[in-house]
């Protein structure tokens, strides 16, 4: 069976007296292969190594080059960390870019049941899976208007459907930004306490 080395990051203060939040996070395309430092590159990851304090686990499997992210090997990495680990089941949250942010609508809308939050960036799904499965998970898009790697209407066809199934969405919109939504929205102390915020 096929499974993802994966970067750890602990909150400060872990200990297993107890139960953490969990976010699970998604790299892109440019960071596949074998060297687990290029899940650093962007996103939580990045700022975690970079020495930002989190209060929340944070898991950054890497997907092996020529590959795309499989629902079933997420799904068992994440029994692996919580099993392993303190993890508050509860509070179990997703989020990925570009090949990571369809990997996060794949997996979300497969094991809806998992997470108490997602927020994908530029990526997208299947629209009609999505309106029927995540319509309880709350969920929070995000895309650059400028985007020539993903298009916006990738995004806007899962907010869509959601949004017409009545699920709790909000949809951001970078208005000059091209492929790189991630930056921005991974730098944003708010994105952090809308993720926590939610619990199963």
């Not at 292969?33 to 899940?39: F, Q």
């Not at 929340?56 to 079933?72: K, M, N, R, Y």
């Not at 997602?118 to 969920?139: D, S």
């Not at 995004?155 to 919109?173: I, Y």
């Amino acid at each position: 069976t096929l499974s993802y080395n994966y970067w750890l990051y602990l909150p400060p203060g872990y200990s297993n007296e107890e139960s953490w939040p969990l976010v699970l996070f998604l790299h892109g395309a440019g960071e596949r292969g074998s060297d687990l430092n290029r899940v650093k590159i962007h996103g939580p990851a990045k700022l975690a190594a970079g020495g930002r304090d989190f209060p929340f686990i944070l898991v950054a499997p890497q997907c092996p080059d020529e590959a795309w992210w499989d629902h079933a090997t997420l799904a068992a990495l994440l029994d692996e960390v919580c099993d392993r680990y303190a993890v508050d089941r509860r509070r179990v949250y997703l989020t990925g870019l570009s090949m990571g942010g369809y990997g996060t609508w794949d997996l979300a809308t497969r094991q809806p049941e998992r997470f108490a939050a997602i927020a994908p960036i530029c990526g997208g799904g299947v629209a009609y899976l999505a309106a029927r499965r995540l319509k309880e998970v709350p969920t929070w898009v995000f895309h650059g208007a400028k985007d020539q790697v993903v298009p916006i209407s990738e995004s806007e066809r899962m907010v869509e459907a959601l949004k017409g199934a009545g699920a709790n969405v909000r949809f951001t919109v970078y208005p000059e930004a091209g492929h790189d939504a991630w930056t921005e929205t991974y730098n944003n102390p708010e994105f952090y306490e809308w993720l926590l915020s939610h619990r199963r």
